[in-house]
């Protein structure tokens, strides 16, 4: 075996015996002494430790090509999930343990030329081992309904948009947006249609799909054709491409396989009758007046992100339209270009966040670790009379669920007058 293949496989292996030897220690410390429980308890443990070592290496010395893409989706999403509550329990018995030798320490001082005295180590305690394992089990059982229920739990979102130029014949109209299907994750399709009904009973006048639609490759969304043909807007159905569609994450063979590869994507978009603006717009008329749409490839103010689009090139011609709604993948493109340099662009609908497919969104609470990275990460926001919606995304990438920031179909009711955040 390639000695650079090795050291990681062992690093692993080290890791997780060091996580599971450790946190082996609060399990035996509340279960009995004797019995049957313990020693199914302590087999089902080991039993998933020499799992996750068997599927590392296998991992490591067939490449990823080599094995099933569901398999390897949920095998390391469960690896995660399991070991991230292990070292929970870990972190809680090594502030046990520091406590104990501190103990322990000050009664080795204390009896140093007392030879009657007698050292005193504190047994670990259970009640601190079942705090540990609730608190931990407290993950674990969110990640794992994130991957049951909450990667299809479809969320509709109404939005009243205000536009303070809109023509009256485009007063009511509807708008559905979706965002991030990332075809490639998914695994269910009978969730998914579900949630493609969602959107046609919306009976939307136009419709946005705002990039993302596969992982790395075209081929990913040719099940899903189908599907998705259902979704029609007598308006039309607009779309751009996100950072994923381009295949950047993907080692291809050659430049030319990267190139006919986004090309089967654009493909498959105008068979649905989809209009894939790639930096242009387009003039939505309606009862004699008109809105603009327009569209660009993707364009990210963060660093490894790609800056493919351009804007100027594609709003050239719209200067004269009274509404003018953007379509931009990244919510970074909103403050780093549209508001410096576009300040009659009235709209701009992106994705690109998921808002990290985890969160929590009740009255009163809106968080996610994204908003540590993206200041616009979900919901709708205004600055000068500009407004930017960031959609949850329809789909999920990486772990194969979603806990508190659920997928989302954004519906929006365009009305006349200012903007109101």
Same mark, same amino acid.
């Given at each position: 075996m390639d000695i650079q293949k090795i050291f990681p496989i062992l690093g692993f292996v080290l890791f997780v015996l060091a996580i599971d030897f450790y946190s082996f220690q609060a399990l035996k410390t509340v279960l009995p002494v004797t019995g049957n429980g313990r020693k199914i308890a302590g087999f089902i443990f080991?039993?998933?430790?020499?799992?996750?070592?068997?599927?590392?290496?296998?991992?490591?010395?067939?490449?990823?090509s080599q094995m099933p893409r569901l398999f390897l989706l949920f095998t390391f999403s469960t690896f995660f999930i399991v070991y991230f509550s292990k070292i929970i329990v870990v972190i809680f018995l090594l502030m046990e343990d520091l406590t104990r030798l501190g103990i322990f320490v000050f009664s080795w001082l204390k009896s140093i030329g007392n030879s009657d005295k007698v050292l005193y180590s504190p047994a670990r305690s259970a009640a601190l081992s079942k705090i540990a394992m609730g608190i931990a089990a407290v993950p674990l059982v969110s990640l794992v309904y994130g991957m049951v229920k909450g990667a299809h739990k479809y969320q509709i979102k109404n939005i009243r948009l205000n536009l303070k130029n809109l023509p009256s014949a485009f007063e009511g109209l509807?708008?559905?947006?979706?965002?991030?299907?990332?075809? @490639?994750?998914?695994? /269910?399709? $009978? !969730? +998914?249609?579900?949630?493609?009904?969602?959107?046609?009973?919306?009976?939307?006048?136009?419709?946005?799909?705002? @990039?993302?639609?596969? /992982?790395? $490759? !075209? +081929?990913?969304?040719?099940?899903?054709?189908?599907?998705?043909?259902?979704?029609?807007?007598?308006?039309?159905?607009?779309?751009?491409?996100?950072?994923?569609?381009?295949?950047?994450?993907?080692?291809?063979?050659?430049?030319?396989d990267k190139i006919q590869n986004l090309a089967h994507l654009m493909d498959l978009q105008k068979r649905m009758g989809w209009r894939l603006l790639m930096d242009e717009h387009v003039k939505v008329e309606k009862d004699g007046e008109s809105i603009g749409i327009i569209g660009i490839q993707n364009w990210g103010a963060k660093g490894r992100f790609p800056k493919y689009g351009n804007l100027s090139k594609a709003y050239k011609g719209a200067e004269n339209l009274p509404v003018k709604l953007l379509l931009?993948?990244?919510?970074?493109?909103?403050?780093?270009?549209?508001?410096?340099?576009?300040?009659?662009?009235?709209?701009?609908?992106?994705?690109?966040?998921?808002?990290?497919?985890?969160?929590?969104?009740?009255?009163?609470?809106?968080?996610?670790?994204v908003q540590y990275i993206y200041k616009q990460w979900a919901g709708l926001y205004e600055q000068n009379g500009q407004q930017l919606y960031v959609n949850r995304g329809f789909g999920f990438i990486g772990y194969p669920g979603r806990v508190g920031i659920w997928p989302e179909i954004s519906v929006f009711t365009l009305k006349k007058g200012n903007p109101s955040v």
């Amino acid at each position: 075996m390639d000695i650079q293949k090795i050291f990681p496989i062992l690093g692993f292996v080290l890791f997780v015996l060091a996580i599971d030897f450790y946190s082996f220690q609060a399990l035996k410390t509340v279960l009995p002494v004797t019995g049957n429980g313990r020693k199914i308890a302590g087999f089902i443990f080991w039993g998933f430790t020499i799992f996750s070592i068997i599927n590392f290496i296998s991992f490591r010395v067939l490449g990823q090509s080599q094995m099933p893409r569901l398999f390897l989706l949920f095998t390391f999403s469960t690896f995660f999930i399991v070991y991230f509550s292990k070292i929970i329990v870990v972190i809680f018995l090594l502030m046990e343990d520091l406590t104990r030798l501190g103990i322990f320490v000050f009664s080795w001082l204390k009896s140093i030329g007392n030879s009657d005295k007698v050292l005193y180590s504190p047994a670990r305690s259970a009640a601190l081992s079942k705090i540990a394992m609730g608190i931990a089990a407290v993950p674990l059982v969110s990640l794992v309904y994130g991957m049951v229920k909450g990667a299809h739990k479809y969320q509709i979102k109404n939005i009243r948009l205000n536009l303070k130029n809109l023509p009256s014949a485009f007063e009511g109209l509807k708008i559905v947006q979706i965002s991030d299907v990332h075809s @490639g994750s998914f695994y /269910n399709k $009978e !969730a +998914v249609m579900k949630g493609i009904k969602m959107i046609v009973d919306q009976k939307p006048d136009i419709v946005f799909f705002t @990039g993302d639609l596969v /992982n790395n $490759e !075209a +081929v990913e969304f040719e099940d899903y054709l189908e599907i998705f043909s259902a979704i029609k807007a007598p308006l039309g159905i607009f779309s751009v491409l996100g950072n994923h569609d381009y295949g950047d994450y993907r080692n291809w063979p050659t430049e030319k396989d990267k190139i006919q590869n986004l090309a089967h994507l654009m493909d498959l978009q105008k068979r649905m009758g989809w209009r894939l603006l790639m930096d242009e717009h387009v003039k939505v008329e309606k009862d004699g007046e008109s809105i603009g749409i327009i569209g660009i490839q993707n364009w990210g103010a963060k660093g490894r992100f790609p800056k493919y689009g351009n804007l100027s090139k594609a709003y050239k011609g719209a200067e004269n339209l009274p509404v003018k709604l953007l379509l931009s993948h990244d919510p970074s493109h909103w403050e780093a270009q549209v508001i410096e340099d576009f300040s009659d662009i009235d709209a701009m609908f992106a994705g690109h966040t998921h808002g990290m497919q985890f969160g929590i969104e009740i009255p009163g609470i809106k968080w996610s670790p994204v908003q540590y990275i993206y200041k616009q990460w979900a919901g709708l926001y205004e600055q000068n009379g500009q407004q930017l919606y960031v959609n949850r995304g329809f789909g999920f990438i990486g772990y194969p669920g979603r806990v508190g920031i659920w997928p989302e179909i954004s519906v929006f009711t365009l009305k006349k007058g200012n903007p109101s955040v």
